[in-house]
């Protein structure tokens, strides 16, 4: 049952969910087009608790696994953000936005003709191991207390610092798909792939490196089921695939 208050604001009047003591874990999968604190405002509404956080963000175009603590567990997020990440995602060769993904605008391009499928799997060989990755300047890292991407927004220049990650497994899913766009004026070259990386490497900026052979951009996120094993501390991993920041 709901009821207004005198902002027309609809009240929930039904009673707070009882919930396990100590709180828990919930394994969210977050749909495309909503934001991870869209996930969290929402959550708060229901279990009625403003102690909610989760263990790392998923772009909004994103869909994946996002991992929740209620009440006294947000506690384990701590741990559970130093896990290793299972992404998978489509690149998207010669073309480049203002965001480095699909719902930026597209501001470059770049031909394609000449880059062969050796080319893009040397490209991809080069960028697994350990890297030195500058994240995106839309990306959730706070500069000064604000959120880069909210900088960026206001009409800011945002340079982030690089910092170390390591992708131990960057792999093309099935044979890159050369397509014509633009009406046919400018071709493309699409790869599905998969990435095992540490946490805080992002995907976006992975696809904007120039190892690539050409401008690229992310252009979709898929969803992987969720594969629980055991991390170094002795805790369940939850491994979560989706672009995210990550």
């Known amino acids: 049952m709901t009821a207004r208050t005198g902002s027309s604001r609809p009240v929930d009047t039904r009673p707070a ?5 100590g709180g828990g874990l919930l394994l969210v999968d977050k749909p495309s087009g909503c934001t991870s604190h869209d996930v969290v405002g929402r959550l708060r509404h229901v279990l009625r608790t403003r102690r909610i956080g989760h263990a790392g963000t998923l772009d909004p175009m994103a869909t994946g696994l996002l991992v929740l603590a209620v009440d006294r567990s947000t506690k384990l997020l701590g741990h559970l953000s130093l896990t290793d990440k299972t992404y998978l995602a489509t690149i998207r060769l ?10 930026g605008l597209i501001v470059a391009a770049s031909p394609v003709d000449s880059i062969a499928d050796g080319d893009i799997a040397a490209g ?51 044979a890159p798909r050369r ?28 696809a904007a490196e120039r190892e690539l ?34």
Do not use: H, N, W
């Open 94 to 103: 010669g073309q480049q936005t203002d965001t480095d993904d699909a719902d």
């Open 179 to 206: 397509l014509p766009v633009d009406g046919g004026r400018q071709a493309v070259i699409d790869l599905d792939v998969a990435v095992d990386c540490t946490t805080g490497t992002y995907i976006r900026s992975l």
């Open 17 to 21: 969910p009882a919930l396990p003591i």
């Open 213 to 246: 052979g050409a401008f690229a951009v992310y252009s979709r996120a898929a969803i992987l089921p969720m594969q629980v094993r055991t991390a170094p501390c002795g805790l369940p991993r939850a491994d979560r695939a989706g672009q995210g920041d990550g």
């Open 124 to 174: 991809v060989a080069a960028l697994t191991g350990p890297l030195l990755q500058v994240p995106s300047s839309v990306s959730a890292i706070k500069v000064d207390g604000r959120r880069a991407y909210d900088r960026v927004r206001a009409g800011e220049t945002v340079e982030l610092a690089a910092r170390p990650v390591t992708v131990s497994r960057f792999e093309i899913l099935g």
